[in-house]
């Protein structure tokens, strides 16, 4: 399958993309020998013209791209809905990317990103580095493109429009409510891998555990549940290991562990109370139901969404971190 793309074109023609779109839209405003060129490189390389190429002649695609970071998480499936129904008043198009761990491969993702002339970007990756910050930035500044980060942060900086929920502070308010039930063996369940949200809410459970002066136990494992369930039933193997309280970064963490201690005989709520993260599907399917921490995640889809289209339409947001309110969902896990 040929994979040649606007891009490649312009590259190796030596010619910016609005040329290659002239040249395939209006020929008549190029000049023969780049016209030549162009068609010949075209020919070349068996690029296939399509909308975004004919965009570009506009400057306008009405295309987003969304990038997500994979779409087997419910959360992300929540969070489509709510960009979807919003980019439809608008009569906008998605353009979906899935990224994968590589770093190389998320440089050649934005890329394409780029050269698909979509007039902006919704980036859900909820791990932003200062390299991925540094490059969404360049995208934004050097190619005019806007971009709008929805339920990830990088909160060393706000030049990108931001959408989201206070993090530490839900992390904060659910350590301390499991403290205020008596609990003093209080894990937090978290990703190996780091991500800049989970790094908020570890400082918000710190803080309630310090302040109540306990010890911090904090288990790093992953967010595939086929690894974590053997991580869980290992580290609690003998049940001698003190645990009484949960706070788990994601629902599906939660609930991984839940199936776990019930296997080995504990009783939820009275042995141990949990709660999760997000309020995704997985915690009115888990059985007993899981409390957790409601992140309105289709709200932020819209909001990111209708922040988006008033970047593209010229209406420069002045606000740039937009927080969105969170709630506590107290269910069967938690007393």
Same mark, same amino acid.
């Given at each position: 399958?040929?994979?040649?793309?606007?891009?490649?074109?312009?590259?190796?023609?030596?010619?910016?993309?609005?040329?290659?779109?002239?040249?395939?839209?209006?020929?008549?405003?190029?000049?023969?020998?780049?016209?030549?060129?162009?068609?010949?490189?075209?020919?070349?390389?068996?690029?296939?013209?399509?909308?975004?190429?004919?965009?570009?002649?506009?400057?306008?695609?009405?295309?987003?791209?969304?990038?997500?970071?994979?779409?087997?998480?419910?959360?992300?499936?929540?969070?489509?809905?709510?960009?979807?129904?919003?980019?439809?008043?608008?009569?906008?198009?998605?353009?979906?990317?899935?990224?994968?761990?590589?770093?190389?491969?998320?440089?050649?993702?934005?890329?394409?990103?780029?050269?698909?002339?979509?007039?902006?970007?919704?980036?859900?990756?909820?791990?932003?580095?200062?390299?991925?910050?540094?490059?969404?930035?360049?995208?934004?500044?050097?190619?005019?493109?806007?971009?709008?980060?929805?339920?990830?942060?990088?909160?060393?900086?706000?030049?990108?429009?931001?959408?989201?929920?206070?993090?530490?502070?839900?992390?904060?308010?659910?350590?301390?409510?499991?403290?205020?039930?008596?609990?003093?063996?209080?894990?937090?369940?978290?990703?190996?891998?780091?991500?800049?949200?989970?790094?908020?809410?570890?400082?918000?459970?710190?803080?309630?555990?310090?302040?109540?002066?306990?010890?911090?136990?904090?288990?790093?494992?992953?967010?595939?549940?086929?690894?974590?369930?053997?991580?869980?039933?290992?580290?609690?193997?003998?049940?001698?290991?003190?645990?009484?309280?949960?706070?788990?970064?994601?629902?599906?963490?939660?609930?991984?562990? *839940?199936?776990?201690? +019930?296997?080995?005989? /504990?009783?939820?709520?009275?042995?141990? #109370?949990?709660?999760?993260? $997000?309020? =995704? %599907?997985?915690?009115?399917?888990?059985?007993?139901?899981?409390?957790?921490?409601?992140?309105?995640?289709?709200?932020?889809?819209?909001?990111?969404?209708?922040?988006?289209?008033?970047? *593209?339409?010229?209406? +420069?947001?002045?606000? /740039?971190?937009?927080?969105?309110?969170? #709630?506590?969902?107290?269910? $069967?896990? =938690? %007393?």
């Amino acid at each position: 399958m040929n994979k040649a793309t606007i891009y490649n074109v312009a590259y190796t023609a030596n010619v910016s993309l609005a040329t290659v779109s002239r040249t395939l839209n209006n020929p008549e405003k190029v000049k023969p020998e780049t016209r030549d060129r162009v068609l010949r490189v075209i020919k070349e390389l068996g690029y296939k013209p399509n909308a975004f190429a004919k965009g570009l002649a506009s400057k306008k695609s009405t295309t987003v791209a969304v990038i997500v970071p994979d779409m087997s998480r419910a959360s992300v499936a929540e969070m489509l809905n709510g960009i979807s129904h919003e980019a439809r008043k608008y009569n906008y198009s998605l353009l979906l990317y899935v990224l994968k761990d590589e770093t190389v491969e998320e440089s050649e993702m934005m890329k394409e990103v780029v050269a698909s002339q979509v007039d902006g970007i919704l980036y859900l990756n909820d791990e932003i580095n200062e390299s991925q910050y540094t490059m969404l930035n360049l995208i934004q500044d050097e190619y005019k493109v806007p971009i709008v980060l929805a339920n990830t942060l990088y909160p060393y900086d706000n030049k990108l429009v931001t959408v989201c929920i206070d993090y530490f502070k839900a992390a904060y308010e659910v350590t301390s409510r499991l403290i205020k039930e008596g609990r003093k063996d209080i894990y937090l369940l978290t990703t190996a891998r780091k991500y800049m949200v989970n790094d908020l809410k570890e400082e918000g459970y710190l803080k309630a555990i310090k302040e109540a002066k306990i010890e911090p136990k904090i288990i790093r494992t992953s967010g595939d549940i086929n690894i974590n369930t053997v991580h869980f039933h290992e580290l609690f193997k003998d049940n001698l290991t003190p645990v009484d309280g949960i706070v788990a970064v994601r629902d599906s963490i939660a609930v991984s562990f *839940i199936n776990t201690m +019930i296997q080995k005989g /504990k009783k939820i709520p009275s042995d141990i #109370s949990v709660y999760g993260f $997000q309020n =995704t %599907k997985y915690a009115s399917l888990s059985r007993p139901m899981l409390s957790c921490v409601d992140i309105p995640i289709e709200a932020i889809g819209v909001k990111a969404m209708s922040l988006l289209k008033q970047e *593209i339409d010229g209406e +420069i947001t002045e606000v /740039k971190f937009n927080v969105l309110p969170h #709630s506590i969902i107290s269910r $069967q896990t =938690t %007393k």
